[in-house]
């Protein structure tokens, strides 16, 4: 058996060790806006209820490990003392993993990721319209473990209002854990699914992928695409060029002159595939 002093790895050794030994972790969807009413949106596995009176849930922003810089999320629940968890299912889950690219202060991840912001009734954050249970918080306290890059920073919520979808619900009135659907994190780009187990999904760390607001705008509305497939496309840090689009249309004439749909519905095809490349040429072949 590997026995094994923390104090005798590095931060990032460490941290893979634990993340891949406590899984499957659940996820905190957090929205929360600074102090001038900006949104930002950010998940977060260190997460869990830890009490139903008062309803309290606890997560942790922890400082980067690779550079020791915090969260906008941590930095928002100091200044305002409000935020919003929402849950992941697996219906937005690539969508979940494309908000959590490190995009700079200011941008808005709601917009970036293509969720959609719904007005809270007791706090100012938003919530996440398409994620099937949302509680609104206030936030009780924040416990700083240390200063150091991979320290936690425990932030405690009250929740005041809490929101579910009664599609998942069953005839008792009761969250149906099939019908919900929730997927977990678990160690490197590894997830699971609560009713199937685990999958694997690239995690956006070193790139800033487009973002669903930067698709043309009937890629952006497709009713063929799913929220899933555009999170997929978000992901990309570049369009491909348009001589590589023409190229590719030289060699699949079979794409050329076909409705939007058709390309949608074939980009799709190439999706499933896990290329994704080919999908957006399709996509942007006039």
Same mark, same amino acid.
């Given at each position: 058996? *590997?026995? /094994? &002093?923390?104090?005798?790895?590095?931060?990032?050794?460490?941290?893979?060790?634990? *993340? +891949?030994?406590?899984?499957? %972790?659940? /996820?905190? #969807?957090?929205? !929360? $806006?600074?102090?001038?009413? &900006?949104?930002? *949106?950010?998940?977060?596995?260190? #997460?869990?209820? #830890?009490?139903?009176?008062p309803p309290t849930l606890v997560f942790s922003p922890a400082r980067s $490990? %690779? &550079?020791? @810089?915090?969260?906008?999320?941590? =930095?928002?629940?100091?200044?305002?003392?409000? $935020?919003?968890? &929402?849950?992941?299912?697996? =219906?937005? $889950?690539?969508q979940m993993s494309l908000s959590s690219t490190m995009y700079p202060k200011g941008v808005n991840e709601f917009e970036k990721a293509g969720l959609t912001m719904l007005p809270s009734d007791e706090v100012k954050p938003f919530r996440v319209a398409e994620s099937p249970v949302q509680m609104e918080c206030k936030v009780v306290d924040i416990i700083y473990t240390g200063s150091e890059g991979g320290a936690g920073n425990l932030i405690v919520c009250e929740v005041v209002k809490l929101h579910i979808n009664e599609d998942v619900l069953d005839e008792n009135g009761q969250i149906d854990h099939y019908k919900i659907d929730l997927v977990a994190r678990a160690g490197g780009n590894f997830y699971s699914r609560a %009713?199937? +187990?685990?999958?694997? /999904?690239?995690?956006? *760390? !070193? @790139?800033l992928g487009i973002g669903v607001d930067q698709m043309p705008e009937p890629v952006k509305n497709s009713s063929i695409l799913t929220g899933n497939n555009l999170g997929v496309l978000g992901n990309v840090e570049t369009l491909p060029s348009q001589e590589s689009v023409n190229n590719f249309s030289k060699e699949h004439p079979e794409f050329v002159g076909i409705s939007e749909e058709k390309k949608h519905t074939f980009a799709q095809q190439f999706l499933e595939k896990n290329d994704v490349e080919s999908a957006w040429k399709v996509l942007l072949i006039k």
């Open positions: 058996m *590997l026995t /094994i &002093n923390p104090k005798d790895i590095s931060t990032g050794k460490l941290h893979g060790y634990l *993340l +891949g030994s406590v899984a499957p %972790r659940p /996820i905190a #969807f957090a929205s !929360t $806006v600074d102090v001038d009413g &900006n949104p930002n *949106l950010s998940p977060f596995s260190f #997460f869990n209820v #830890f009490g139903a009176n $490990v %690779r &550079n020791n @810089t915090t969260k906008h999320t941590l =930095d928002n629940a100091e200044a305002t003392k409000e $935020v919003v968890i &929402n849950v992941v299912n697996y =219906d937005i $889950v690539q %009713r199937e +187990g685990f999958f694997e /999904i690239p995690k956006p *760390l !070193t @790139t």
